[in-house]
Structures are given as C-alpha cells and as structure tokens.
C-alpha cells in the first residue's frame, strides 16, 4: 500500500494518463472539523514544495492521514494510523 511519499503519490494521481484524480480524495487532519479530520477531493489540490493547495489555503503534506479511492480502497496512510495509533 505505502509505496513513496505522499506527495509522490499524490503526483501520480494527478499526472499519470492512467489514473483519473476525480477517483481519489485525501484526508487530512484538520482540528475543528467532524473527528478533526476532513476529506478533499484530489481533483481540488495544487502540489506545490512541502505544502499543497486547496483554494487560497497552504496545507503541509504531513497533514495528510491517507489517500483513499472512492471504492473505499486506501493507498496511502501515514505510518502512525498503520499502527493504530489514531482513529
């Protein structure tokens, strides 16, 4: 599951002419929201160096929880919820 960094993958979903970015959405810790978490669609992301963007809103990749299909599939997740160690 866990093959790169974040943003590697990330890179693919929205580079590669295999992959369609509109399948795939990100969660990203976000205190205030439901659970603290919020999903973004990845069609909705700018990669840029050690943040990416959503709109006006600079966010740094190690927010970043997991990458999951829309089938529910998770491709990437942070090492510690690999552990169980959140949600």
Same mark, same amino acid.
């Given at each position: ?6 943003? =590697? ?11 369609? *970015? ?6 990203? *810790? ?15 992301? =700018?990669? !840029?160096? !050690?943040?990416?963007?959503? !709109? ?20 990437? *997740? ?5 552990? !169980?160690?959140?949600?």
């Amino acid at each position: 599951m866990r093959k790169g960094s974040v943003k =590697e993958v990330l890179a693919k979903l929205k580079y590669d002419p295999r992959e369609d *970015e509109r399948d795939y959405y990100i969660i990203i *810790e976000h205190r205030g929201a439901y659970g603290d978490v919020k999903k973004i669609p990845v069609e909705l992301i =700018e990669l !840029g160096h !050690g943040y990416f963007f959503v !709109g006006d809103a600079q966010i740094p990749y190690h927010r970043i929880r997991r990458v999951v299909k829309k089938d529910g599939k998770v491709i990437w *997740e942070t090492r510690k919820d690999r552990r !169980g160690e959140s949600d």
